[in-house]
């Protein structure tokens, strides 16, 4: 998409610059191009008579070489400004369809998909129910699972990948380890009975945080 930007920006200073020459070229050659003349209406009556003079019969000998010359310089102008309106607008309608069958960008729906799940904890967290904040444990676990998974970390349990893991190449590796105790916790000693204060549950909710933000996930 840079590409595309850049060129039309230049065709566009070509289009004005080819413009400008033939404002000089007018200007110096047929009829002068400024406030006054075009206030006043002599510059549009002069470029009249000019056309008007080249018509059959109303010119002759060296003057209609001349004319001939003025004209097919403002043509040839004319021509390319042509060309490059053209162009801009051929280039827009590329950039349109690139934009509209652009390939599905997959990593971009995952990251979205795991903010949505990611706000789900946090509204589960931000609840007044002691359940919803074990709940978002839970809900913030299946998440590290999947991310783990994603991130091609193999084994049957969290547990065991955590274990397979290199501990030097996550720096929030004691967090996650931390978080995933919680959830082991609360699954095994269930989550009616279990003793857990909302404190409890910010703090580990914050570990889950800190793992999904070092894999980029949030």
């Given amino acids: 998409m840079k ?6 920006e230049a065709l566009r200073d070509l289009a004005i610059v080819a413009f400008l020459v033939l404002l000089m070229y007018i200007s110096t050659k047929i009829t002068p191009i400024n406030f006054e003349t075009i206030s006043s209406g002599d510059a549009f009556v002069n470029l009249f008579a000019f056309v008007k003079d080249f018509l059959p019969g109303n010119v002759s000998g060296s003057a209609l070489l001349v004319t001939v ?20 607008r051929m280039r827009e309608v590329s950039r349109k369809q690139h934009t509209k069958y652009a390939p599905i960008d997959i990593e971009e729906i995952e990251a979205k998909e795991k903010m949505v799940q990611w706000q789900v904890v946090l509204n589960h967290l931000n609840a007044e129910n002691p359940a919803e904040w074990k709940l978002a444990i839970l809900e913030a676990d299946n998440m590290l699972d999947e991310i783990l998974e994603a991130e091609g970390y193999r084994g049957e349990s969290i547990g065991d990948r955590l274990k397979a893991m290199d501990p030097g190449s996550l720096r929030s590796y004691s967090d996650v380890w931390e978080a995933h105790k919680v959830r082991n916790r609360i699954a095994h000693e269930g989550a009616a009975t279990m003793d857990f204060s909302k404190k409890e549950a910010r703090d580990t909710i914050g570990k889950f945080e800190k793992v999904f933000k070092e894999l980029g996930y949030i």
């Fill in 3 to 8: 590409d595309f930007f850049t060129w039309d």
């Fill in 69 to 88: 010359g003025h004209l097919g310089a403002v043509l040839l102008i004319l021509l390319f400004v042509g060309i490059i309106w053209t162009t801009l």
